[in-house]
């Protein structure tokens, strides 16, 4: 074995690199994953548990929670060779505990908080959905109605949250909701760990045209949670949620970014159509850019809620996804078997229409860029 601490940082990296790659190639499940229901959930744990037990979890989160404590530029590495490796879609069930909620009680949680939860979701134990919007309160997140009534040390929650991803198979939500029934707007919320086995809790799955049952509604009952499960203080939500939301919007998508432009190779590698290559060669360049956005930015907030120039990425992001998706189903063709076959390209250009839609809609994102990023006057409301 060489002597670690010989090498120059960059030979570090360069065996960090290698040590990915050939763990990747013995352990990266090649079967197609389950899309949804019980088998789905086993899959993303037992995955989860196996990338844990190999020491490839929580990258850059802190040691006492079980992280490695690594740079942002080690994190890139492991997503690189992830994707190189055809490793299953980061974009599963895990996808919220590991990159946002997660993240979001490193940021904001309690020490009880951080102690309990976050291990729990690095091997694997665990499941997280999100239940932010509602019917009538998805843009605008702030006119939210679902309502929590202090007793005693307990918060009592009645309503409705919808299009929660994986909400079927999870075991516990990020549920905001309105605490101070006085209140208005993003004043007097609460971010609060719902466990999703309390009594009161009823979940109805949700199809998406791309085939499986990916998100759902959840209904609260009079849903009794402990106090104590409030992240960032009582009556303060809206700040938690906005770290969710950087997050989400900002360092969330690193690993589907980097896997986006593997796609592109892919498609490239397999087309003769010179047509089709002009094309594809202008979303190679669009990919590479997209990759020194992502890198940037990765690097530029690794300590802490990203900033709002996620949401730059994150627009970019989306919109190319679904000019490559384009590209795919052109270049074979609707009735190929790699575009028909349920983790096909079919299935990636159904479900890309999406990604301009989850975690903000392509114009919040545009407003969002205006006014916080460029700085420009809030238009009339
Ligand atoms: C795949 C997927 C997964 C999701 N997962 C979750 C989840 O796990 N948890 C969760 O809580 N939510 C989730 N969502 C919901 C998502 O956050 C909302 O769909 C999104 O915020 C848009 O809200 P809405 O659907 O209510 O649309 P609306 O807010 O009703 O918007 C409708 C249209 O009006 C436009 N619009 C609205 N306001 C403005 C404005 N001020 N300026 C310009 N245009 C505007 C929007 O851009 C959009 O085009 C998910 C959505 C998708 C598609």
Request: proline content about 5%; aromatic content about 8%.
């Amino acid at each position: 074995m060489s002597d670690v601490s010989a090498q120059t940082p960059v030979e570090q990296l360069d065996a960090f690199r290698h040590e990915a790659r050939r763990w990747l190639a013995a352990n990266a499940p090649q079967e197609p994953a389950p899309s949804e229901g019980l088998e789905a959930r086993d899959f993303v744990l037992r995955w989860q548990q196996r990338q844990h037990d190999g020491g490839w979890t929580g990258l850059t989160w802190p040691k006492r929670y079980g992280g490695r404590e690594l740079s942002a530029i080690e994190q890139i590495i492991w997503f690189e060779e992830y994707a190189a490796a055809g490793a299953p879609s980061t974009h599963d069930a895990s996808f919220v505990g590991m990159n946002h909620a997660g993240p979001t009680l490193i940021a904001c949680g309690t020490e009880a908080q951080k102690a309990f939860h976050l291990p729990k979701i690095l091997r694997g134990e665990v499941i997280w959905c999100q239940g932010f919007s509602e019917p009538g309160s998805g843009s605008d997140l702030a006119s939210l109605r679902t309502s929590g009534r202090i007793e005693g040390d307990e918060i009592i929650v009645s309503g409705q949250k919808i299009w929660c991803s994986y909400a079927d198979m999870a075991d516990y939500q990020e549920l905001l909701i309105r605490t101070d029934p006085a209140s208005k707007r993003h004043h007097g919320l609460s971010w609060v760990i719902c466990p999703m086995d309390a009594p009161g809790i009823s979940v109805r799955p949700i199809r998406t045209m791309a085939g499986p049952k990916k998100f759902a509604e959840v209904f609260y009952d009079d849903v009794r949670l402990p106090l104590n499960n409030v992240v960032g203080g009582l009556n303060n939500g809206w700040s938690t949620a906005m770290s969710t939301l950087g997050f989400e919007r900002g360092t969330a998508s690193l690993a589907l970014q980097i896997r986006l432009v593997y796609k592109v190779e892919e498609l490239i590698a397999r087309c003769d159509d010179p047509v089709l290559a002009a094309r594809l060669a202008d979303l190679r360049a669009e990919a590479a850019a997209l990759r020194a956005m992502t890198y940037r930015f990765a690097l530029a907030n690794e300590d802490g809620p990203p900033s709002s120039e996620g949401s730059m990425i994150r627009l970019y992001f989306a919109e190319l996804t679904q000019r490559v998706m384009d590209a795919a189903i052109d270049l074979y063709g609707v009735s190929a078997g790699c575009v028909l076959k349920d983790h096909g390209w079919g299935f990636d250009y159904l479900d890309g229409f999406s990604e301009t839609i989850a975690g903000g809609a392509a114009e919040i994102q545009r407003n969002i860029i205006g006014e916080r990023v460029l700085g420009l006057p809030r238009g009339a409301r």
